[in-house]
């Protein structure tokens, strides 16, 4: 059970995408980086003082529901430690299939570090 001035460690709904709307909203008009085992898509918000919002997407393709589960959680947890989405943006992670053979969240770390470095300028 929580208690009163608590950190919260987790995302906050704030924090993420959540409506399909602004899912296609950053895939359509957002700018790319690739990396090894993500893809980052970005666009800026309306309003530049807005919390950075982030969402991740894992195809089928990449593999089974547990799989998919244990790449979001270890991204989430990376991102959580070392940097969240800079304000102002909008940022989806797509889920590449080599992030399936990923075993720690670490293995993300050349790809979200040169993601947010890339987007912090």
């Not at 950190?7 to 980086?33: C, F, P, W």
């Not at 547990?66 to 790449?71: G, P, Y």
């Not at 993601?115 to 300028?121: D, E, G, N, V």
């Amino acid at each position: 059970m929580r208690r009163p001035g608590d950190q919260q460690l987790g995302i906050s709904k704030d924090m993420r995408l959540r409506q399909r709307a602004d899912y296609v909203a950053v895939q359509s008009s957002g700018s790319k980086v690739h990396g090894k085992h993500l893809l980052a898509i970005t666009r800026r918000r309306t309003d530049p003082a807005l919390a950075g919002r982030l969402g991740l997407t894992v195809t089928k393709k990449v593999g089974n529901a547990v799989v998919r589960n244990r790449i979001k959680r270890m991204v989430r947890e990376w991102i959580r430690l070392h940097g969240w989405v800079p304000t102002g943006w909008d940022m989806v992670l797509v889920a590449k299939d080599s992030a399936a053979r990923q075993v720690h969240p670490d293995d993300f770390a050349p790809d979200l570090t040169k993601i947010l470095r890339h987007f912090s300028t």
